[in-house]
């Protein structure tokens, strides 16, 4: 099994024609097709079949194409980091939900970036599933995750709780400071968009108090939840660490739910398990987690 196979097979299943994937990888149809051909004799598996003008994988092919995904990043990993060691240079690639990459990641890779000028950072916004998928594949070395991953991906990562925001009710100024659980009923709330992890996460809370929530409107943007509740359009969950700056200057007035719990949502860490740790990568655990982790490589 050559390299060279995984990238035509890749490709090949990413664009779903073989002359396409030819012209990318800059070969003639019939090399492509030989190099299929060898790699399906080799597994003893039909991998691709084709469909008219077009093709697909068979199940064995998307098997393997998950397996040939990580080959591929593994091998780009460990070029990068041979390249590490001659040049002093390095890369760290992160993922993370919108309230880690606006209100949190700043203020940590600023700090990273003034200790280690030279390491190239990348960073990759998405929801918690998006960033566990992309740490399993290796597409990215760490993730920041609000919701926990699930089997069977999270037997293959190692996951560190990190922080713990505390989510808030918050008005406009000159709104009360407490609420009875029936006068929330009826007030106006405008929340981050249905089926977004921390949606799903309000949802499980309201369900634990028979809440229905009366929706006003629905957002992607915590920015812009935060101008609208200025406004007085209505209120909002938010995480303190998105709000802090606001009820700091009165821009916004933090309300307590008579008899409800605090609500406190967990940012984990996440890498998989069999991952070489760059020596980026172990720099920023270890600036990012001191004690609470210990280095492999010491």
Known sequence: MELQQLRSFRMIAEYKSFSKAAAELHLTQPALTVQIKRLEEELGELLIERLGRTVALTPAGEVFYGFAQQILNLTETARETMRQFSTSRGRLAIGAGTTNTIFRLPLILQQFHQSYPRIELRIR??????????????????????????????????????????????????????????????????????????????????????????????????????????????????????????????????????????????????????????????????????????????
Not at 157 to 164: K, M, N, Y
Not at 172 to 178: F, N, R
Not at 185 to 196: D, I
């Open 125 to 298: 916004n998405g929801d918690s599933e998006l960033v566990t998928k992309l740490v399993y594949e290796n597409s990215i070395d760490l993730g920041l995750v609000t919701t926990r991953p699930k089997a069977p991906l999270l037997q293959f990562l190692t996951v560190i709780p990190i922080f713990e925001d505390p989510i808030w009710l918050v008005g406009p100024t000159g709104y009360p400071e407490s609420l009875s659980a029936e006068a929330l009923q009826s007030e106006p709330l405008v929340l981050f968009r249905s089926g977004s992890g921390f949606r799903r996460f309000l949802e499980t809370q309201f369900q634990s108090y028979g809440f229905k929530p009366q929706v006003a409107l629905e957002l992607e943007s915590m920015e812009a939840i935060i101008r609208l509740v200025q406004s007085g359009l209505g209120l909002a969950f938010l995480p303190e660490v998105a709000v802090r700056e606001e009820l700091q200057l009165q821009k916004l007035r933090r309300i307590t739910i008579a008899g409800w719990r605090p609500m406190v949502r967990q940012t984990d860490l996440i890498y998989r398990r069999d991952k070489y740790l760059t020596w980026p990568v172990r720099a920023f655990l270890r600036q990012v987690l001191g004690e609470n982790w210990q280095d492999p490589a010491e």
